[in-house]
């Protein structure tokens, strides 16, 4: 009888699947890593056999389901970061299917498993008076505070993800006549982001201080090293502190790398862009994900309501005259 092992499968899916033929990211790379550390650890301990040990087999939907169940409660996980979880599980589970018909019944169990619905919260972004205050909070005295200027300038325009803003270099960005940034985006997709005059000269100003070859990166740290995720987040946290000084609506806000994207996009929308261009701007795989910045936008829903009438109806309660219309209208 042949035998499945998991640590074949699963070596093959790290380094041909998600290395060779889907050029993952390295975010994608390190979020499924951490996904099958912590499965496995769960199954080696409910199985009572070192992960080297285990069989496709065992990996089961049941198995599966304990182990979502178990990162709710135990690690306090959300249902966002559940569901995370589960779809790096079901796209290992469809390479499998696809490799060894023997166990696509196997697989198929495991990709039937829905996804934790979840409450969707309004998206965050800030609006034009807090935009300006937060590009403004950098000292301009001091080599950091041009850099971070640099930086919010470019990350509340263009509305790059922080992965492609630490990763740009200094040949990315495209002064001059259409000046533009390129950016490698999700899916290993490359795009070209304009960029606005203001913005331009702000970066033109620090690309001459910041003198660096074309392969260089936009972005350093105190030791001319690339930024981390954290540093930029560092950044932001200190300057909406600074900000919410002069624009007291910042204080009632989490302002992350992330709200500087959606407050980008929100610019946009408020300005009359379609959404087609608004999801090509920011790179995103489909038109419908742009969809929440719609949602989000109150400006849009208090336009459309100005254009409606009011009802002119006479005032009053339903009253059903019926036992049982009574009874539902109670419920």
Request: hydrophobic share 40%.
């Amino acid at each position: 009888m042949k035998t499945h092992p998991l640590p074949t499968y699963l070596q093959r899916f790290f380094t041909e699947r998600l290395g060779t033929q889907l050029k993952a990211s390295p975010n994608t790379v390190l979020s499924y890593r951490d996904t099958f550390r912590l499965l496995l650890k769960y199954a080696a301990d409910q199985l009572r056999r070192p992960p080297t040990e285990l069989q496709v087999v065992d990996i089961d939907a049941d198995l599966i389901g304990l182990f979502l169940a178990d990162i709710e409660s135990a690690r306090g996980n959300s249902a966002r970061s559940r569901n995370t979880r589960l779809s790096a599980i079901r796209s290992f589970f469809k390479y499998v299917a696809v490799n060894e018909p023997q166990l696509l019944h196997h697989c198929q169990r495991v990709l039937a498993m829905p996804a934790k619905r979840h409450e969707k919260r309004a998206i965050d972004y800030l609006t034009r008076a807090e935009i300006e205050a937060l590009i403004q909070a950098p000292d301009l005295s001091t080599w950091h505070g041009r850099r971070d200027r640099a930086l919010l300038a470019l990350a509340l325009q263009t509305g790059l993800r922080v992965s492609e803003l630490i990763s740009l270099s200094c040949g990315d960005i495209v002064l001059g006549t259409s000046a533009h940034v390129r950016c490698m985006g999700k899916g290993r997709k490359e795009r070209a982001t304009p960029i606005r005059k203001d913005s331009a000269k702000v970066l033109r100003e620090w690309l001459a201080e910041r003198s660096g070859a074309v392969t260089d990166p936009v972005f350093v740290s105190n030791r001319n090293q690339r930024l981390s995720r954290d540093a930029v987040e560092q950044i932001v946290r200190t300057h909406v502190i600074v900000a919410a000084g002069k624009c007291p609506s910042l204080k009632k806000k989490r302002v992350t790398p992330h709200v500087l994207r959606h407050s980008a996009a929100m610019q946009l929308l408020q300005n009359g862009v379609d959404r087609t261009v608004i999801a090509l701007w920011l790179g995103h795989e489909s038109v419908e994900t742009t969809q929440m910045y719609i949602h989000a936008d109150i400006q849009l829903k208090e336009k459309a309501m100005a254009r409606t009438q009011p009802v002119k109806a006479p005032l009053g309660r339903y009253r059903p005259d019926d036992k049982l219309l009574a009874f539902l209208e109670a419920l």
